[in-house]
């Protein structure tokens, strides 16, 4: 028996047919219609944010955390403008989220009208799909599209933009018992004789290597993952978006490959004679200069998306497929090979990458005597709040750190900004994460830089009772383009610097003051500038659970991230500390 309804109490009763128990967002004009019975639902729960951009990557860390598609609401014109930042953010890092916006009523679309924005052209580039609602009768089957497409196949961001006069009429309302949608059918299962030719390869290759990417991750792939990896004793290297997807501590993970990642990691890629890619996309700060990376290896590419397949790189065996299925086959198909004793021999490629371990570890150098390492501040922080918190980075010199020296053990313990490199990410995220899990410690770990572009969301933490705990790692400046100053533009420092006083003067004024700005918005502020007083400062930062903490780390300003391979150079060239390159040893 249908139900006659308005298109806004229509839209909120498909959100809870789609299992939605909370939305991100600020209401406005256009949208309005829809807050209205939003106010009755006893199964969405909406969280008022100070921002549209915290709404949008809230959501973010709200579908890392649950793997489902956060959900973002704002109002026409710069509202959904607004979102178009962490929806990019959501596009390149394969999030799932559904962006509700209010638009201008029907009759005013293209009239320059107030508060107008054509948002679903703006970000048509940027999402998975967008759909705008001009008939109040569409907005179930819109809604249970959009969550269909957002959580299927390659996830991502879906836009459903509603026009005014479509949340104010009449409509019957029918939500859909089946899905027809016949231009999208994405491919899951992988095709039987790649998949062979891939295990045939790795039982063949002297020295082949596991690359990693946030597929595995997306596709809840880790223990298939870790089968096939101690089946083949094969080394893995995990990408940025895939950090604990593979634990740190298994004995077969060399770290993290690219810009800032380790020799081992590095090294294996550079020297393998195969390379298995899985939900990796051949990024360029994994890939280094592109026609020098891997130059000897076969490339075996699995991905969900067929368009990623040999688009950087070509793929010798391509597989379509989601990386869950692809690996539980690819493990059949090992295990076949094996029974028929085709196995593959890598000790002497192991024995070249141990030593490679061993020589080029992760390390830093310590701070001028009484200064305090950022280093040590978030490898203290990892080691003290546990494998178990989930850590959430920003952009920058803090999130390679955070990615570096923080043990990733589990999937889903560390969310960060990957492909678009969104500054202003960590805090929001945070929020959504925790949001999502409740019973978990979530830390921020953000820089001074990036934290000044989101932390009004701690307004909206203390208020709604989101306890997250925030790691300000303060070296004064933007300390990622001032590293790039130092090594690149012969230390001319053009405003990079965040403090108000020179570097030189003993007596800074602190603008602003992170720990009054913390009180100011109902939160913990705790400062550390100590080295032997990291330790107490966590744990008194852990010990808050009724609301949100946040601790300025005064850092000093000249650490840099290191390993380092330079914009546009090979792999090879990569430094591991400044003035020093590895010895990569006989590549037989």
């Known amino acids: 028996m249908t139900e006659r309804m308005t298109g806004a109490r229509s839209l909120i009763r498909s959100l809870e047919h789609a299992g939605v128990d909370v939305v991100f967002g600020i209401p406005g004009g256009a949208i309005l219609p829809a807050y209205d019975p939003l106010y009755d639902s006893p199964k969405v729960r909406h969280i008022l944010m100070r921002h549209e951009q915290g709404a949008g990557h809230a959501a973010e860390g709200y579908a890392y955390a649950t793997g489902r598609p956060g959900v973002c609401m704002a109002t026409s014109g710069p509202g959904a403008t607004n979102l178009v930042t962490p929806i990019a953010d959501a596009h390149m890092d394969s999030v ?4 509700i916006t209010g638009q201008v009523a029907t009759p005013m679309i293209g009239t ?40 299927t196949g390659r996830p991502g961001p879906v836009l459903v933009d509603i026009a005014k006069d479509a949340l104010q009429t009449e409509a019957d309302f029918a939500w859909p018992e089946r899905l027809d949608m016949p231009g999208y059918r994405p491919v899951t299962k992988p095709h039987g004789k790649q998949v062979r030719e891939a295990a045939r390869l790795i039982a063949q290759a002297r020295r082949p290597v596991l690359y990693v990417g946030g597929g595995v991750l997306r596709a809840g792939a880790h223990q298939e993952l870790r089968v096939l990896a101690e089946l083949t004793g094969v080394p893995v290297v995990t990408t940025l978006m895939a950090r604990g997807v593979f634990p740190d501590s298994h004995p077969q993970h060399l770290g993290m490959p690219g810009m800032h990642g380790t020799v081992p990691a590095v090294g294996a890629l550079q020297r393998a004679d195969l390379v298995v890619a899985l939900g990796a996309r051949f990024d360029d700060r994994v890939t280094g200069r592109l026609d020098s990376f891997a130059k000897d290896a076969a490339i075996v590419h699995a991905d969900i998306d067929p368009a990623e397949i040999s688009k950087n790189r070509h793929a010798d065996v391509p597989i379509v497929g989601d990386c869950r299925e692809v690996l539980a086959d690819l493990v059949v198909a090992v295990r076949k090979d094996q029974s028929e004793g085709r ?34 501040v978030i490898r203290r922080l990892g080691e003290i709040a546990g494998p178990e918190s989930t850590y959430v980075a920003g952009v920058g010199q803090h999130q390679m750190w955070a990615a570096q020296f923080i043990g990733h053990e589990r999937p889903g313990a560390f969310l960060n900004s990957g492909g678009l490199g969104t500054m202003g990410f960590s805090v929001p995220a945070a929020l959504g994460a925790k949001v999502a899990e409740p019973d978990r410690t979530v830390w921020a770990v953000d820089g001074d830089g990036c934290f000044q572009m989101t932390n009004q969301e701690l307004a909206t933490c203390a208020i709604e009772g989101i306890p997250i705990k925030v790691a300000v790692v303060n070296n004064g400046n933007l300390g990622m383009v001032r590293q790039w100053q130092t090594l690149f533009y012969e230390g001319r420092y053009s405003n990079t610097n965040l403090q108000t006083s020179p570097p030189e003067e003993e007596e800074k004024v602190r603008i602003p003051d992170f720990v009054r700005l913390a009180e100011a918005y109902g939160c913990v502020g705790l400062r550390c500038e100590r080295p032997e007083d990291v330790d107490a400062t966590i744990e008194k930062a852990m010990a808050v659970d009724d609301a949100p903490v946040v601790v300025d780390f005064t850092v000093h300003h000249d650490a840099m991230v290191w390993p380092m391979v330079g914009p546009g150079v090979s792999n090879d060239n990569i430094q591991y500390a400044r003035d020093m390159a590895p010895d990569w040893g006989d590549e037989d």
């Open 96 to 99: 799932p989220m559904v962006a």
């Open 112 to 151: 320059d009208a107030f508060q107008e924005a054509d948002i679903s052209g703006i970000t048509m580039p940027i999402t998975k799909h967008n759909f705008l609602v001009k008939d109040a009768a569409e907005i179930p089957r819109t809604i249970a599209e959009a969550f269909h497409i957002a959580s």
């Open 343 to 376: 196995r593959g021999d890598y000790e002497s490629w192991w024995a070249q990458l141990n030593r490679l371990r061993e020589e080029y570890p992760l390390g830093y150098e310590p701070a001028e005597e009484g200064g305090l390492s950022p280093q040590h």
